[in-house]
């Protein structure tokens, strides 16, 4: 832009050494912008243009999983990239009620996405960012969560507990029920 007139350079300016200057600062400007507006589109294009859906994962055999109790199993998660590191695993709760009856409940608070802690004496998922409560079978019991703990769809082949993981649920997806406690 011709810096006097606020005008873009006209080839009498561009072949002076201050013309010139203008044109390749403009081309710079243009090839960060550009360099940076890459990453945000992948960003948000990438779902569009390359959707993954979410996969079973072997969680082990049912006698890892004794009958009325919880435990907080880690996995990968089958859509990691190649560069997550420790980012890439995913944890959850898992609780057996009885036989082949099972809950598997995300780690993640409802309120906030901060991760919730299993109390065993208490019988309580508590979340240590803004005090919300959830009951043993993931209900809402109080506190500032919208509603139960997310739950992840499962199910039993060959003795062994296979849960469907992948996106983290969210209050507009999230995840295979609705937990129906006492107090959701």
Partial sequence: MNSQSGEPPTMETATTRRGFME????????LGSVAMAIPILGFFLGPILKPRADE????????DFPQNSTRLVDVLNPLRGANDGMTGKVAAYVRRIEGETFQIFSTHCTHLGCPVSWFKESGLYM????????????????????????????????????VKLGHLPTLQ?????????KNS
């Fill in 127 to 162: 979340c240590p960012c803004h005090g919300g409560v959830y009951y043993e079978d993931g209900g809402h019991a109080s506190g500032p969560p919208p509603r139960g703990l997310y739950e992840f769809e499962h199910r039993v082949e060959e003795d062994r507990l296979m």
């Fill in 56 to 63: 079973w994962v072997d969680f082990g055999p049912l006698t």
């Fill in 23 to 30: 044109w390749f600062s403009w081309a710079l400007l243009g």
């Fill in 173 to 181: 997806n999230p995840g295979s029920a609705h937990v129906s406690g």
